[in-house]
């Protein structure tokens, strides 16, 4: 199985899969969050995506690069809001982990947070019933 980092990534599918991106992002920008987020993430090629990963940790590059310039300073889903005295309420994701916190910055770090828990949960067997490896079965034996 040939495994080597060949990602063939571009900017017409990341236009295409983000067009949301297109007006607020020019194709430097694009092309360098996406080189950036293939030197941070190392995924296999032989964890055929379609470069899922690479492309939507570049756009949640890209948004918190909007985000900062736009001067927003909180995050999550707005819950409520007012007008008078002006306020509002976020409701941020429960996170365990710094990584986690940061990817849920945007909705495209959540995304990628949700497609990578999905890809690391993606572990199977071929033939036999390999539990019985670590557990006894009735009886006290292993086979």
Not at 105 to 110: E, I, L, N, S, V
Not at 114 to 136: I, Q
Request: hydrophobic share 45%.
């Amino acid at each position: 199985m040939n495994c080597d980092d060949d990602t063939g990534l571009s900017l017409y599918a990341f236009m295409t899969r983000f067009p949301e991106l297109k007006g607020n992002a020019g194709n430097d920008v694009v092309m360098a969050a996406l080189e950036r987020a293939r030197h941070w993430l190392k995924v296999p090629a032989c964890i055929d995506d379609g470069g899922e990963s690479y492309y939507l940790l570049a756009a949640h590059f890209i948004a918190q690069s909007l985000n900062v310039a736009a001067g927003a300073t909180t995050f999550g889903a707005p819950t409520n809001a007012s007008v008078g005295s002006v306020s509002v309420g976020m409701q941020v994701p429960t996170v365990r982990t710094a990584w986690q916190a940061w990817l849920a910055g945007t909705p495209y770090g959540q995304q990628l947070w949700a497609w990578l828990a999905l890809k690391a949960a993606g572990a199977w067997s071929v033939g036999g019933l390999p539990e019985r490896s670590a557990f006894r079965k009735t009886g006290g034996v292993f086979w």
